[in-house]
């Protein structure tokens, strides 16, 4: 059984750091596109950053400069370190994972199959 698991979630203030994890296990991910997308209240999930296969990464405007996605094929995880936080970022963060190796990075949640339950981060002023 596949599962994706995230950690490092909490509370913050505005302008600190965090450090999410994202820990798969049932099967390895080091050929699949990962990524981590993000619900804040009231909205709809989105994609925050994506890496691929051969390290290749996307990341979205409002995050660009102050997040990066890392891998450790050897770890089978994947994580996210955000830093220079604003209270825009509070939501639930996921890690997601494709099933098809080699692939692109994907910007829709519907292309990925497999997901974590979520961790909450909430950035306060």
């Known amino acids: 059984q596949v599962q994706l698991v995230e950690s490092g979630g909490g509370l913050v203030q505005v302008g600190g750091s965090l450090r999410l994890s994202c820990a798969a296990s049932?099967?390895?991910?080091?050929?699949?596109?990962m990524a981590w997308f993000r619900r804040a209240p009231g909205k709809e999930r989105e994609i925050v950053t994506a890496?691929?296969?051969?390290?290749?990464?996307y990341t979205t405007d409002s995050v660009k400069g102050r997040f990066t996605i890392s891998r450790d094929n050897n770890k089978n995880t994947v994580s996210l370190q955000m830093n220079s936080l604003i209270a825009e970022d509070t939501a639930v963060y996921y890690c997601?994972?494709?099933?098809?190796?080699?692939?692109?990075?994907?910007?829709?949640?519907?292309?990925?199959?497999?997901w974590g339950q979520g961790t909450q981060v909430t950035v306060s002023s």
């Open positions: 997601a994972a494709d099933s098809t190796p080699y692939s692109p990075i994907y910007y829709k949640e519907g292309e990925y199959d497999y």
């Open positions: 049932g099967r390895t991910f080091s050929y699949h596109t």
């Open positions: 890496i691929n296969w051969g390290g290749a990464t």
